[in-house]
């Protein structure tokens, strides 16, 4: 059986379980990545004119709409190596906090709203948007949090 252990001080998980856990959420977080950047690379023109329409990056728009699945591609390989996850979840948590950041200037500032980030995800309002990005990236800090205070490492089953 599994411990979990709260005292006034500290959070504490087993090891075990410690493990687990930040390994579901990276996994998690690198299917998110990996069907995102699929959608991307799919329908790669659409995407492309997304981007280009948005005044602020639309002259970066043919690097942007490469880079931008390429990185998600990148960092899901880092989640899913033992050696590297630590990385990836400061990548994915790094690059969520960038999408965040763009949407909510896009609904502060722009006049359309594109929203080109791939499968049923567009589906969402862009306060939606906002809130899914926002737990995406506390369950990244709280992954990061349990592998830096448990200070193990995921190994291979």
């Known amino acids: ?41 799919i329908d790669h023109q659409r995407f492309f004119k997304g981007l280009s329409t948005v005044s602020v990056i639309g002259s970066f728009a043919i690097y942007l709409s490469w880079l931008v699945p390429s990185s998600e591609v990148l960092v899901s390989v880092l989640l899913i190596i033992p050696r590297t996850y630590k990385l990836g979840l400061y990548g994915f948590a790094g690059l969520v906090s960038v999408f965040t950041i763009y949407i909510i200037s ?9 929203c080109n980030c791939g499968g049923v995800i567009e589906k969402l309002t862009w306060v939606q948007h906002i809130w899914f990005n ?24």
Not at 106 to 114: D, E, F, I, R, Y
Not at 138 to 155: D, R, T
Request: net charge positive; hydrophobic share 55%.
């Open 134 to 157: 926002l737990a995406f990236i506390a369950i990244a800090v709280f992954a990061l949090y349990l592998s830096n205070s448990n200070n193990f490492k995921i190994q291979k089953s």
């Open 1 to 41: 059986m599994e411990t979990v252990k709260i005292s006034k001080s500290k959070f504490h998980l087993s090891d075990k379980l410690g493990e687990r856990v930040v390994f579901i959420i990276c996994l998690i977080c690198m299917f998110l990545f990996l069907y995102t950047a699929y959608s991307k690379f």
């Open 106 to 114: 896009m609904v502060l500032w722009a006049k359309t709203l594109p």
